[in-house]
T-cell receptor, first 116, second 111 residues
Framework: GAGVSQSPSNKVTEKGKDVELRCDPISGHTALYWYRQSLGQGLEFLIYFQGNSAPDKSGLPSDRFSAERTGGSVSTLTIQRTQQEDSAVYLC??????????????FGQGTRLTVV | SQQGEEDPQALSIQEGENATMNCSYKTSINNLQWYRQNSGRGLVHLILIRSNEREKHSGRLRVTLDTSKKSSSLLITASRAADTASYFCATGSSNTGKLIFGQGTTLQVKP
C-alpha cells in the first residue's frame, strides 16, 4: 500500500480479554515502531523492529504486552488480559532505515483501544 | 521516560502571527525531527534537521538546532487557521535506533 495501515481503527474490549493490533508498514521499510498515546499526552515508545528482530523491548509496559514481526513486514502488538489503563491510541510507524540514519518515520492512523 | 520536553504546552495566536515552539532533549542525537498531529491520530513528518546542521527551512517552517544547549525551535511564520494542531519534536539516535517524542505543543490559530 501507499502508506502505513493499521487495523482495526477502533477496538472496544472487555477487561481481561486479549487483543491483537496489526500494523502493515510501507513496503521496503526495514524499521517499524509502536507507540502508545493517552488522551492529550505525548507518544510513549513501546518497541521497535529492525527487520524481524526487536533490539529494544524496554518500552513495553508489562509482560502482558508482546509484539512480533514476520517476514520483515506486518507486525502484531498483542495485549493480554487487558486493563482499563491500557485504553489509548496505539500508533505504528515505519521508516526506510533506522532513524539514526536520518530518515523520517511514516505513521499509520492508529488504533483507538477502549477497555471497558 | 521521554527524551524531549516541549515548551510551551499550549499556544494560542491570531492568524498571520508567527508561532514559536521549543524542544529540549537530554542525550546525544543524530537528528531531530518535527511532526504534526491533527485530531489525535496519525502524525505527519514536517522537517528533519541533522546534528551537524544549525538551521533548516521548509516553506513557512524554520527549524533551529543548538546541540550545545540540547535544544531546538520550530517557527511557523504567517500562521493560518489550518496550522491548528499539535506539534511534536522527536530525537533520533544511531546508538539506540529509537525515535523518541516529546510531550508536544498544542497550537491554536484563531481566524
Amino acid at each position: 500500500g501507499a502508506g502505513v495501515s493499521q487495523s482495526p481503527s477502533n477496538k472496544v474490549t472487555e477487561k481481561g480479554k486479549d487483543v491483537e493490533l496489526r500494523c502493515d508498514p510501507i513496503s521496503g521499510h526495514t524499521a517499524l515502531y509502536w507507540y502508545r498515546q493517552s488522551l492529550g499526552q505525548g507518544l510513549e515508545f513501546l518497541i521497535y523492529f529492525q527487520g524481524n528482530s526487536a533490539p529494544d523491548k524496554s518500552g513495553l509496559p508489562s509482560d502482558r504486552f508482546s509484539a512480533e514481526r514476520t517476514g520483515g513486514s506486518v507486525s502484531t502488538l498483542t495485549i493480554q488480559r487487558t486493563q482499563q489503563e491500557d485504553s489509548a491510541v496505539y500508533l505504528c510507524a515505519s521508516s526506510l532505515a533506522r532513524t539514526g540514519t536520518n530518515t523520517e518515520a511514516f505513521f499509520g492512523q492508529g488504533t483507538r483501544l477502549t477497555v471497558v | 521516560s521521554q527524551q524531549g520536553e516541549e515548551d510551551p504546552q499550549a499556544l494560542s495566536i491570531q492568524e498571520g502571527e508567527n508561532a514559536t515552539m521549543n524542544c529540549s532533549y537530554k542525550t546525544s542525537i543524530n537528528n531531530l525531527q518535527w511532526y504534526r498531529q491533527n485530531s489525535g491520530r496519525g502524525l505527519v513528518h514536517l522537517i528533519l534537521i541533522r546534528s551537524n546542521e544549525r538551521e533548516k527551512h521548509s516553506g513557512r517552517l524554520r527549524v533551529t538546532l543548538d546541540t550545545s544547549k540540547k535544544s531546538s525551535s520550530l517557527l511557523i511564520t504567517a500562521s493560518r487557521a489550518a496550522d491548528t494542531a499539535s506539534y511534536f519534536c522527536a530525537t533520533g539516535s544511531s546508538n539506540t535506533g529509537k525515535l523518541i517524542f516529546g510531550q508536544g505543543t498544542t497550537l491554536q490559530v484563531k481566524p
